[in-house]
């Protein structure tokens, strides 16, 4: 009688009619996607896309590893909750998908699409005009080995700090959390400069904001496209707030700096001797004026380049040195003592410089760095991206795409396939070094042997191949690897060196968030700050 009385009323029936409708049409509307296997799904059941996605996404390790064994040389559907149907392509053509041009496979606007960038950032015009990200593949790329001194300062700094100076005693830290504040101090040593980058407040804002915008975003994607501008205003809430905090402790030295350009411009012979800052809000600004655009120019627009950088930067390179730590923790003595003495020769090699040549060198070291990426990448699906050419696609096996679809290729269970790198499961911390030192017959495109150089360069922890997706691979690779792989080696360098790390028996699980592995956020280890340190 209640429910009757009820669904008599107009207030009451329309919503419920309208739940029903969208419901029923979710169900019954057509996909648009190719006629394909769909990973998940079972022969002969009703609704196979939405009960595939259902299982997928209850367990997205497994639909990897049935999308790669059992389809490895086909196209598949792989349905994702709260995401778009990939359509994944077989590794074979992942070469073809990342040389496609901007206007048929657009990387830009799956990522905004997948972050819902039009949301969870407060001023979008930053995300659709990303001039920053000229400034990481030219300028950070080219001064990065002048930033090395500043890097290890920060490093040297910040790990004292959190990690202790205590010769005696073992001392348990847990790892992500002391290795985030390591990372986002560093990284924005390099971003902002002294004293700055080691603002409590100013690093706060912006690991909450890192973390604010994966939540956000996924809690907008599983919300209907119609109520997203409502809802938006509620869950992005927490990104208004730290980004407001964000600026507002950044924005007087923004402005500082923004009276010194123009006063060196306007007497140009007794300012001439004043030394620009050498970090990214200084080029960030310079590239502004330069332009002539006075929305580049603003304060805000300025802050908020900075606060991209450090969404973008510190969550995934403090993962990166979280695992590695994880890795060489549950290893052997013996991995440490051989790292040091590379190391330490490398330093005597260099005149005890720590620079990028010298980096470089460390062979070993960047092979622990490679190999652990290798087993904990945060990217399990690679080198996604969106069909825009209103005409859809065609893949090489002749499948037609349609506009709107996302597009990507295998990469979890390609870094544990046993045909690729045998004894995948292990974590061997000089697999890339030991590849590194035996000759290979690989030739170029030419027909003609590769040179010893581009043969030891390929098992570098910043190179990409579609065998090693863990920044991507092809023109739109993570531009700031190059950066993030001196930033991170230099850093693991520094621990190793100076710090002797208890052997654990086993090392913590990852977990899997959607599509994403994380490290164990609360594991910790043992340490202690070693008498002889460099």
């Known amino acids: 009688m209640i429910l009757e009385d009820a669904l008599t009323r107009p207030a009451v029936l329309a919503p419920v009619l309208l739940v029903v409708g969208y419901v029923l049409y979710q169900l019954f509307r057509p996909s648009g996607l190719p006629n394909v296997p769909i990973v998940g799904a079972k022969p002969g059941e009703w609704f196979p896309l939405i009960r595939a996605t259902w299982r997928n996404t209850k367990d997205m390790k497994t639909a990897t590893e049935v999308a790669y064994t059992q389809y490895r040389d086909q196209t598949v559907i792989l ?29 830009h606007t799956q990522v905004s699409d997948a972050l819902q960038l039009d949301y969870t950032v407060t001023d979008p015009k930053l995300i659709h005009t990303p001039i920053h990200q000229k400034l990481i593949s030219t300028v950070l790329t080219r001064e990065t080995g002048n930033l090395v001194p500043a890097l290890l300062d920060e490093t040297q700094f910040s790990v004292d700090n959190l990690w202790g100076t205590d010769t005696n005693n073992w001392t348990e830290i847990c790892v992500y959390d002391l290795m985030r504040r390591i990372i986002g101090q560093a990284t924005n040593r390099v971003f902002v400069g002294l004293p700055l980058c080691r603002n409590k407040d100013l690093l706060d804002a912006g690991i909450a904001y890192a973390q604010d915008v994966p939540i956000s975003s996924t809690a907008l994607r599983f919300t209907p496209s119609l109520l997203r501008p409502i809802m938006a205003l509620f869950l992005t809430l927490p990104n208004r707030i730290h980004t407001r905090k964000f600026y507002s402790i950044l924005r007087p030295e923004v402005e500082r700096r923004l009276r010194e350009y123009d006063a060196r411009r306007a007497d140009p ?93 460390m062979e070993k070291l960047d092979s622990v760095m490679r190999e652990s990426q290798r087993l904990n990448s945060f990217v399990t699906v690679a080198t996604s991206r969106t069909v825009v050419n209103k005409n859809g696609i065609d893949t090489p096996d002749g499948v037609h795409v349609p506009r709107g679809a996302v597009v990507c290729a295998h990469s979890y269970p390609v870094f544990h396939d046993p045909a690729v790198y045998p004894e995948p499961e292990e974590f061997k911390p000089f697999r890339f070094a030991e590849k590194r030192a035996v000759p290979s017959s690989a030739t170029d495109q030419n027909g003609e042997k590769e040179s010893s150089y581009v043969q030891r360069a390929r098992q570098a922890f910043a190179t990409t191949s579609p065998e090693y997706c863990a920044f991507g691979h092809g023109r739109h690779a993570c531009p700031g690897r190059f950066f993030a792989s001196s930033e991170l080696k230099l850093m693991l360098a520094y621990l190793i060196m100076n710090y002797d790390i208890q052997i654990q028996e086993t090392r913590p699980q990852n977990f899997w968030f959607g599509m994403n592995r994380i490290p164990p956020m609360k594991a910790t280890i043992k340490v202690r700050r070693r008498k002889e340190s460099v």
């Open 79 to 107: 349905p994702i909750a709260g995401a778009q149907n990939f359509v994944m392509l077989p590794t074979k053509q992942l070469q073809w998908l990342v040389d496609q041009p901007d206007s048929e496979l657009d990387l």
């Open 269 to 361: 012979e007794n300012k001439a001797a004043d030394k620009e800052p050498n970090d990214f809000l200084q080029w960030s600004l310079n590239q502004a004026k330069t332009s002539g655009d006075p929305y580049m120019a603003k304060p805000e627009t300025l802050a908020g380049r900075i606060l991209l950088l450090n969404f973008a930067s510190i969550h995934t390179s403090s993962f990166a040195i979280t695992h590695a730590l994880l890795d060489l923790a549950a290893s052997k003595q013996e991995n440490f003592d051989e790292l040091r003495a590379e190391i330490s020769a490398v330093l005597k090699e260099h005149g005890g410089e720590w620079n990028k040549r010298a980096l470089a060198a």
